[in-house]
């Protein structure tokens, strides 16, 4: 009768080879029968993602806009201009920075219907101005609300309602 031994404890690369991948990886649904599942995914994911890139691309980049094929009215081409994108300077520019200050900058702007950041046709002096007037007029009418209410308590105190 032969002596039965324990076998050799396989250890680094030795137990790597020994592994049988395929079979853990067909439990979990990739293994070498589901790789043209897989590939046929991947596939699909590559020309979805193609299609909705070049679908991006063409809205970025197109002269007409998105899905134009209908005309547009003449209002929305007229106020077409606040809906473009704005420019920025790069903060290094000194040149294009002053350029972007002397128009106006930063004074003034608004955000837009598309989110985007817009000028109104203001130089800083109006703008200035108009910001005082707004002031203006809103200490005008919170004194106005103040002297209502006092007249108001004097007349309930001698008894009117």
């Known amino acids: 009768m032969v002596r039965k031994r324990y076998q050799e404890a396989k250890s680094g690369i030795e137990y790597l ?4 991948y395929n079979k853990y990886l067909s439990r979990v649904g990739i293994g070498r029968d ?8 991947g596939k699909a994911l590559a020309c979805t993602y193609t299609i909705f890139g070049l679908a991006w691309l063409y809205n970025e ?6 899905w134009t094929l209908k ?16 420019e920025f300077p790069y ?10 200050v ?9 955000i837009g219907p598309k989110g985007v950041v817009e000028t109104t046709d203001k130089d800083s002096y109006n703008y200035q101005k108009d910001l005082q007037s707004k002031k203006f007029d809103q200490e005008a ?4 609300i103040r002297m209502r209410n006092e007249v108001i308590q004097e007349l309930q105190e001698k008894g009117f309602e």
């Not at 589901?34 to 995914?41: A, G, L, R, S, T």
């Not at 903060?91 to 972007?100: I, L, N, S």
């Open 141 to 144: 009418g919170k004194l106005w």
């Open 91 to 100: 903060p290094g520019d000194t040149e294009a920075m002053e350029e972007f």
């Open 17 to 20: 080879k020994s592994l049988n």
């Open 61 to 66: 980049t197109s002269p007409l806009g998105w």
């Open 71 to 86: 005309p547009r009215p003449k209002e929305e081409r007229e106020l077409a201009h606040l809906y473009e994108r704005r």
């Open 102 to 110: 002397a128009k106006g900058g930063m004074i003034g702007t608004t």
């Open 34 to 41: 589901d790789w043209h599942f897989w590939k046929q995914i």
